[in-house]
């Protein structure tokens, strides 16, 4: 079956600094990948759609400029949370296009910001 | 908002159906039924999808009714691992953005 993977699997960081969560799909190419936000007992809440070599849209509320996203390559998008404080610490969870009908998962990261 | 409603919880014994049932009274034409898991702290996984026939795949079978407005999702012999978050969620293909509501827990109990 498809595989998506996401590096780092966790990560503490001080406030203030950036972090960079990478998403790769292993074994096939995806256009469009999604990315997630899911706070501790809450369901998963979109925060942006990455196209493959054009600029990501992001949901209402999400601040473009401090979650920034890049879909560089088919198998390859990243999220770089810039500024990190407290609040954005969360489970971060992306997905890749990988057929006609599904979404495929990577098995998420989880941001501590101290 | 998710366009499903799901009851928040169920559980059931271990090598026993588990049937899990859906809302989705505002579904469009185009627009698929499909099924997500979540283990707890994991990425949620693909079970199955369907437009408006029965579907089965080596995981579950998805019943939908004739008029779409419902779907049940059913596990044919329940184990310890299926113990997870279960989401029904509409969309018309791979590339739709979903919207997850609250999901149904189900708990499979020894």
């Known amino acids: 079956g498809a595989v998506v993977s996401q590096h780092p699997s966790w990560v503490i960081c001080k406030s203030g600094t950036s972090v960079k969560i990478e998403c790769r799909s292993l074994?096939?190419?995806?256009?469009?990948m999604f990315w997630y936000r899911q706070f501790p007992k809450q369901s998963l809440m979109l925060m942006a759609t990455?196209?493959?070599?054009?600029?990501?849209?992001?949901e209402q509320g999400v601040e473009k400029d401090k979650f920034l996203i890049n879909h560089a390559s088919l198998t390859l998008s990243t999220l770089t949370v810039t500024s990190a404080h407290p609040e954005d610490s969360s489970f971060y969870i992306c997905?890749?296009?990988?057929?006609?009908?599904?979404?495929?998962f990577g098995p998420g990261t989880r941001l501590t910001v101290t | 908002d998710a366009k499903t409603t799901q009851p928040p919880s169920m559980d059931c014994a271990e090598g026993r159906a588990a049937n899990l049932p859906c809302n989705h009274s505002?579904?469009?034409?185009?627009?698929?039924v499909y099924w997500y898991r979540q283990i707890h702290s994991q990425g949620p996984q693909y079970i199955i999808h369907?437009?408006?026939n029965n579907e089965t795949n080596e995981m579950a079978s998805l019943i939908i009714t004739e008029d779409r407005k419902s779907s049940t999702l059913i596990l044919p012999h329940a184990t310890l691992r299926d113990t997870a978050v279960y989401y029904c969620?509409?969309?018309?293909?791979?590339?739709?953005?979903?919207?997850f509501g609250k999901g149904i827990t189900l708990s499979v109990r020894p």
């Open positions: 074994d096939f190419q995806a256009t469009t």
């Open positions: 369907g437009l408006k």
């Open positions: 969620i509409v969309g018309t293909g791979a590339n739709s953005k979903l919207t």
């Open positions: 997905s890749a296009v990988g057929g006609s009908y599904e979404q495929y």
């Open positions: 990455s196209n493959e070599g054009s600029k990501a849209t992001y």
């Open positions: 505002t579904i469009s034409g185009n627009e698929y």
